[in-house]
């Protein structure tokens, strides 16, 4: 079983999934039960495709999953924003800029799986 709780993209993420669990019990009932949930589901699916990705050999197929949840969960934030369902505008700020982080972190992660040597094919699905 491989370890994933030292990894910074892994921290990062659950602290983000911890802060989505908090801020929406703030979101009106509206929202709390619509983009709520979508983000909710999404910060947790993004924990279990890292530790996915941690264990398995082929990782870049499994990060490329990771960049598609992350482009949705930020597609979610934004219409949170727009909705007008955070509290201020620096939840909304904290919340897209942790995403934008761990998007960098799988981005690195991505380029070092393709230089280890996986197969062409599967590191240059898009």
């Known amino acids: 079983m491989a370890q994933y709780e030292h990894l910074p993209i892994y921290k990062k993420a659950y602290d983000f999934a911890l802060y989505c669990e908090k801020i929406v ?20 699916q993004v924990i279990r495709l890292i530790r996915q990705a941690n264990s398995t050999r082929e990782r870049a197929q499994v990060l490329l999953q990771l960049r598609s949840k992350l482009e949705d969960l930020k597609l979610t934030i934004r219409l949170c924003k727009d909705l007008q369902a955070f ?14 982080d761990i998007s960098r972190q799988n981005e690195g992660w991505l380029r070092a799986a393709k230089k280890s040597g996986e197969p062409e094919s599967v590191a240059h699905q898009t």
């Not at 019990?25 to 947790?44: A, D, M, N, P, V």
């Not at 509290?87 to 934008?100: L, R």
Request: aromatic share 18%; charged share 20%; proline share 0%.
């Open 87 to 100: 509290a201020n505008f620096n939840s909304f700020q904290f919340a897209i800029n942790e995403v934008v």
């Open 25 to 44: 019990r703030g979101f009106s009932r509206y929202h709390k039960y619509t983009l709520g949930t979508e983000l909710r589901q999404g910060s947790r």
